[in-house]
């Protein structure tokens, strides 16, 4: 008993070695291709921090610069507030940050940049089950989001109730809707507190009877099949906002290190082209070329 038991556990190691044997021989026959392979392969990607505000200028601007440089890619973190982002990029944990304001002095410690890209209109839209209503004053609008008009039909719409999409009141849509149209009045209670602008987005689209403010590149870039409002009878576009008759707008730009990498500094003067301007003017934005 004890020889058989024997002969069986060496028979045991000895296929053990033959395949492990096996096992190397197969991953040193593949080590060449993987090698060729990996001296193929793109350089470490530009690490991008957007605001929420920023998300879509950047991404129209790395989708048209990979069309023609394909061994550089992006990756990019996960959105956030421009102070969360500009910090990121101090602590060398991005090499680029989108910013929808200048730096703060006490956001500035002397080895980053800020340079303004381009400007994006902010639009009030609702969705579309709200028929009707094309316009809304300034005083309309404040009692919209004040909570004193609730119901459509009071604007000439449907009968029915008006949910309001909102953004917190650190964030730069609410500040600038604020700026220009709501003045300081309370928010009502009911409304709906959303994030990330891309959040709004998503609901004022799944959401009837909805009303909120987001980009206009943002809504034009994609379709969105949402109702654009004029207020006081100026419509958000370029001719208003050049005539001073639309002033809702949003300031984007980027921030990166005075010594950035030889990647990042190239996708830069890619974004700052005479190209990349008439890219962005081409999908809604306002530059000042």
């Not at 008006?162 to 009141?169: F, H, K, N, Q, S």
């Not at 730069?172 to 700026?179: D, E, M, Q």
Request: aromatic residues 6%; charged residues 20%; contains cysteine.
């Amino acid at each position: 008993m004890k020889i058989i038991t024997t002969r069986i556990l060496l028979g045991l190691v000895l296929f053990g070695l033959c395949s492990c044997n096996s096992v190397k021989s197969t991953n040193t026959t593949n080590n060449s291709p993987i090698t060729s392979q990996n001296n193929l392969q793109t350089q470490p990607p530009i690490k991008l921090a957007p605001s929420s505000s920023s998300v879509t200028l950047l991404k129209v601007l790395t989708e048209a610069y990979q069309a023609n440089n394909k061994t550089d890619t992006f990756e990019f973190v996960s959105q956030s507030q421009s102070e969360g982002v500009i910090a990121a990029l101090k602590n060398g944990i991005v090499d680029i940050a989108g910013s929808s304001h200048k730096l703060k002095p006490e956001e500035d410690d002397g080895k980053i940049q800020y340079r303004e890209i381009a400007q994006d209109l902010l639009v009030v839209a609702t969705h579309n089950s709200v028929k009707s209503v094309t316009n809304l004053t300034t005083d309309q609008l404040k009692s919209i989001y004040a909570g004193k008009i609730t119901n459509w039909k009071e604007l000439g719409g449907p009968n029915a109730k008006i949910v309001v999409l909102d953004r917190p009141e650190d964030e730069s849509a609410k500040k600038i809707l604020r700026k220009y149209y709501l003045g300081q009045d309370k928010t009502t209670t009911q409304a709906v507190i959303l994030n990330k602008e891309g959040e709004l987005i998503d609901t004022i689209q799944s959401t009837p009877y909805s009303i909120g403010a987001f980009s206009l590149a943002y809504s034009l870039i994609n379709q969105l099949p949402v109702n654009h409002l004029n207020l006081n009878g100026n419509a958000p576009n370029k001719e208003n906002f050049t005539s001073g008759k639309y002033q809702m707008v949003r300031h984007l730009g980027l921030i990166w290190q005075k010594t950035p990498t030889s990647n990042t500094q190239k996708f830069i003067d890619f974004v700052f082209s005479p190209e990349g301007t008439k890219l962005l003017q081409d999908k809604g934005f306002i530059t000042k070329n």
